[in-house]
């Protein structure tokens, strides 16, 4: 029989319950927290060791002092908590001002300065967690932090170089992935079946808001529309958070005028990221941006790509923590600690002489790479005459050209393994405008063709023209 393939969460899950029994990540703490009524060996007995000790007591504080509650998942010692994660990650700088600018500079590079946000009555900082309104705008009832109201993981307050103020809500994934369910049909618990009581008491909430939002794309009827299935029925909730803030910031503590929002989601997260959504037969990414009426309000990062500009010396202890912790120590994961490669004159591989000589980051570390003094078309254009396709150690470009943009699958043998990537430019600018593991691009691939979306008559390539990976 044929050995089942892990996922994203079971790898995980799996490599976190190995570090439990190998390191001292989680200072020895005892197993067997009790999820689902039983006790499980990916559940801490005491859940604050989940927490990286050097925030640890600090962290559990601020929560009981601003009065937040810990999701379920955190409180039971879960140690794939998406929370715990977001914590671990943001809450050590959470009072540096000129590293949180730089996470909001990964955001937007236009962010010229971050502010206070005043409306933690506990140890106020420049990033704030399960951040809610002063003001409850869905009735819902009193915004309570981290339970039973729209709310957003984490949040930075910036200033653009025009003088606006800019909230950048994060919602923070890790493992998660989501089923078909449709969120706008749902029953009510203790009503008869078919009542669907529970999904129209959300299409009264939300229906209004989305007509007379500008964000927000406009449909004749919201029952079973894509902003009722998750993970969309999140973002759609969040996207109308981020709107009547800034409606309503006469009211609000908070006085922004813009908004952008991250959506922080580990990169290996094939399931969540890639998954073709029945209701958009679509991957997220692409799901979400056909709703939004303006593409540049949500941005997809990686917790890795998102913290990379942090000073490494200042915080060596948490990179080396998130490292071991969340990235399965692999060198490429080592944040602002480039990985230079260079191709000597004169080596010969596979009986070509290769004439090059490069030092490129590491490509888990994409920018605007212009700074090589040469655009990505020419880069890779050179680097393929100099290199044949799969040699180990090398650049192994092959470049794929539609209308608007390139797309180079590289195997690249420094990341992830030699794994090769199907980068994506746009020829205009040549930068960078997204990127996925080839083995996800064919999934992708295959996928539409199984389901008849793609015709693929003629050139193989076509589907960069089918709206699927076409840029925005």
Not at 280 to 297: I, Y
Request: glycine share 6%; proline share 3%; charged share 30%.
């Amino acid at each position: 029989m044929e050995k089942k393939q892990l996922n994203y969460q079971e790898t995980e899950r799996k490599r976190a319950v190995d570090l439990l029994k190998t390191t001292s990540l989680f200072n020895g703490a005892e197993t067997g927290g009790i999820i689902h009524g039983k006790p499980r060996d990916f559940a801490l007995k005491d859940w604050k060791q989940n927490l990286w000790d050097k925030i640890r007591d600090d962290s559990i504080t601020y929560f009981d002092k601003n009065g937040i509650d810990w999701h379920i998942f955190a409180r039971q010692g879960h140690i794939l908590s998406s929370q715990v994660c977001c914590i671990n990650h943001l809450f050590p700088i959470r009072h540096d001002k000129e590293n949180v600018l730089r996470l909001a500079k990964a955001v937007c590079n236009e962010f010229i300065d971050v502010l206070p946000i005043n409306t933690d009555e506990y140890s106020p900082g420049y990033i704030q967690f399960e951040a809610v309104s002063d003001i409850d705008h869905f009735n819902e009832g009193k915004p309570t932090r981290g339970s039973n109201c729209t709310s957003v993981d984490a949040l930075i307050y910036a200033v653009h170089k025009d003088g606006k103020k800019h909230m950048i809500p994060i919602e923070w994934k890790y493992t998660e992935n989501y089923n078909d369910e449709d969120k706008s049909i749902e029953d009510r618990q203790g009503e008869p079946k078919g009542n669907e009581l529970r999904g129209k008491e959300r299409l009264k909430r939300y229906s209004k808001l989305i007509d007379d939002s500008r964000f927000l794309k406009k449909m004749t009827s919201y029952k079973n529309s894509i902003y009722f299935f998750e993970p969309f029925y999140q973002l759609m909730r969040q996207t109308l958070w981020a709107e009547q803030m800034i409606q309503h910031r006469e009211e609000e503590r908070i006085k922004a005028v813009d908004y952008i929002h991250l959506h922080i989601i580990p990169n290996e997260n094939d399931e969540l990221l890639y998954k073709m959504y029945k209701i958009s037969k679509k991957p997220l990414r692409e799901s979400w941006l056909d709703n939004l009426n303006d593409k540049g309000k949500y941005i997809i990062i990686s917790p890795m790509d998102f913290i990379k500009n942090i000073d490494n010396n200042k915080y060596n202890d948490l990179l080396n923590y998130l490292q071991k912790r969340y990235c399965g120590g692999k060198a490429e994961y080592i944040l602002n600690r480039h990985c230079n490669i260079e191709h000597q004159d004169n080596n010969v591989f596979g009986g070509r002489k290769v004439v090059t000589k490069y030092n490129i980051n590491c490509f888990d570390e994409f920018d605007d790479l212009s700074s090589i003094g040469m655009d990505f078309g020419e880069l890779f254009m050179k680097l393929n005459e100099s290199c044949q396709y799969g040699q180990q150690g090398l650049f192994a470009p092959e470049v794929l050209a539609s209308e608007n943009e390139i797309v180079c699958i590289v195997d690249f043998a420094c990341t992830r393994n030699a794994t090769a990537y199907a980068v994506f430019f746009d020829k205009k600018t040549n930068k960078i405008t997204r990127k996925m593991p080839y083995r996800v691009f064919l999934k992708i691939y295959d996928s539409l063709l199984e389901s008849g979306y793609l015709n693929i008559a003629g050139n193989y390539w076509n589907i960069l023209k089918d709206g699927v990976f076409k840029l925005d």
